[in-house]
């Protein structure tokens, strides 16, 4: 600590001057942000260095000054690395930013705020906090990509049932499955780029409200900071949360994306189906009955989504009501981003862990293969000999019923049951009641043909190799 540290001032508030008593104590509750805040004191060491540096730039302090600021944050920066704030009063992340900067520099301290708010200051700080949130969440949602494109490339030759409105519809591979919740995942991790482009903006230097007075070169502290584009007005760059609703948003996008995925896996892992078994590593037990096995991995995912929706909306009600430029209530924004962003670098890489040990049950799958799966190859089969789709529909809808009411497969029809049906059946017709033949029928980009599913795997592949 410096030997200065006597000459600091005792009151520790960056305000205060006209008032003539102390907060009451409840109200002082409520206005201290520090416990949330804290986090990003080292944003808030970030921009205090570049800003004693443009200050210097622009003449307003002296060199040896800025020299003095700097060494003393560096000082601030080793205290709080090691845990000073844990004991600290301060009413928020820059009042114990200040504090200790004047612990360590002395009264030159005090210059540092020069031609700065705490408005342009925390909206700086978000912002460099909101880039690296971005990056981080990012390579998790890279990882849970990952885990799907493995899944799905050891699941090309096994032939399962696809679902719509949680009835059987039509076969379709395994991979094929994996693969259709590979892309949302990867248009999420598009749309966190987009949303970093526009978190890159730096709004230091516009005060609290209009702007500096004092001749700052803010592109040198854009550079300086890894900002991409300097805030075009004052009173919008200190309140703009734009990007913060933004990437809540992706957040909770990603959320319902995880939960989709998550209900998958607790459909597929139950005993009813028993498609897919979970690693015990990602599975628990019951406190009561010995024999139960719960893809908890998968229901807390599932739960998580619904606090991401929340905190969405939370934003978007704390911010559509108020007047123009900066006010308190913004504070209220770090908790909700923060917890969003905690709470999907905590559930991306234990689902992505789940997948990549997850294992196929072939026989279980094969099993939920039934006949009636291929109805709508019949209707095809009868197309491709001239019959209009719509006819064709309605006579195998009547082989699917007669197949129900005498309680045996589509396949298991006599010939005789299908020339009745329509004298276009041939005795071909059993050629349609393979697997293999429907998934491969379905050549088209984006089908289930093995070609195709092929080529998505490798696109799948250079998207993740992608930036």
Known sequence: ????????????????????????????????????????????????????????????????????LLAGLDRVASRLAAGEAAAAKDEDVHSLVERLLYEEAGDVAGKLHTGRSRNDQVSTDFRLWGVDAVDRVGEAVRGLCRALHSLASRSVDLIMPAYTHLQRAQPVRAAHWALSHFWPFDRDRRRLAQVRERISVLPLGSGAVAGSPFPIDRDVLRRELGFAALSENSMDAVSDRDWVMELAFVGALAGAHLSRLAEDLVLFGSSEFGFLRLDDRYSTGSSLMPQKRNPDVAELARGKSGRLTGNLVALLTLLKGLP??????????????????????????????ALETALWNAERVAAGLDDALLATDLADYLVRKGVPFRESHEIVGRLVRRAEEEGRGLSALPDAAFREAHSAFGTDVREVFSWERAVEARAVPGGTARQALMSQLEEAGRRLAAP
């Open 1 to 68: 600590m410096s030997d200065r540290a006597g000459s600091s001032r005792k009151r520790t508030a960056l305000w205060g001057g006209r008032f003539e008593r102390g907060m009451a104590p409840e109200m002082e509750a409520l206005n201290k942000s520090l416990p949330v805040d804290i986090r990003l004191w080292p944003q808030d060491i970030a921009g205090s260095r570049a800003w004693a540096r443009a200050l210097a730039g622009g003449g307003v302090i002296a060199e040896g000054e800025r020299d003095a």
């Open 324 to 353: 123009t430029s900066y006010n308190r209530d913004i504070q209220e924004d770090k908790e909700l981003l923060f917890d969003s962003v905690d709470t999907l670098l905590l559930t991306l890489p234990a689902l992505a862990g």
